[in-house]
Every structure is written in C-alpha cells, then in structure tokens.
C-alpha cells in the first residue's frame, strides 16, 4: 500500500523556521510529481509547492515564493519543505501528496495528485 508519512511539524514563533519531511513507501517515488499542501481552519486544502520527478523544475504558491523550498531525495523516498520566515499565517496542517501525472506541476490544485499524507501540524505563534 502506498503510505506518505510527513513529520516536522510543531509550534514556532513568528520570523522561525521549520523543515518538514514526508517519507513515501510503496510506490516507485522518483516517478511521482510530488506536492505540499496545507490547510487551515475554516479554509480549503491549498497548493504550497510542488516538485518535478528530478527536482529540477519546481513551483510555488505566491504567499510562499521566496521564503519555503521544496526539494526531493529520490535515493531515500523522502520530499522535504524547508520553511523559513515563517507567519501566523502559515499555520496549518500541512499534507504531502504524490502524483501520476506527468504535468502534475503545472497543475496546483488537490485533483492532480493520488495519494496524500496525514498530515502534520505546523503552528507559527506570535
């Protein structure tokens, strides 16, 4: 069974930072565009950042550009986000997701990606 398990969350003051990981199982990860999402109260599930098979090609959401960096081990099955500079606004549960489709990237939206996390807390106090 395909499993992505994110870890690295945890509550932070404003101005911090935070690396979170998401180690997938099960399925063949380089061959996955992989993708951070998050969400907060009351809010829809939105795109954070998402990564190309090789790492090469990446893309952000324009409330993260600049400050969050998406990147890949394919040796290790394993998708990062470092988050730097971190708002209260960024509170969320954020979820690492994994998909199929070739053109994924260029697809920041939920129903472009297969399989999802659970999902791990990230809390930015200020």
């Known amino acids: 069974q395909v499993q992505l398990v994110e870890s690295g969350g945890g509550l932070v003051q404003a101005g911090g930072s935070l690396r979170l990981s998401c180690t997938a199982s099960g399925l063949t990860f380089r061959r996955y565009v992989m993708g951070w999402f998050r969400q907060a109260p009351g809010k829809d599930r939105e795109f954070v950042a998402a990564i190309a098979w090789l790492g090469g090609a990446t893309d952000y959401a324009d409330s993260v550009k600049g400050r969050f960096t998406i990147s890949r081990d394919n040796v290790k099955a394993t998708l990062y986000l470092q988050m730097n500079s971190l708002k209260p606004e960024d509170t969320a549960v954020y979820y690492c997701?994994?998909?199929?489709?070739?053109?994924?990237?260029?697809?920041?939206?939920?129903?472009?990606?297969?399989?999802w996390g659970q999902g791990t807390q990230v809390t930015v106090s200020s």
């Open positions: 997701a994994a998909s199929g489709r070739i053109d994924a990237i260029r697809v920041p939206t939920t129903t472009a990606y297969d399989y």
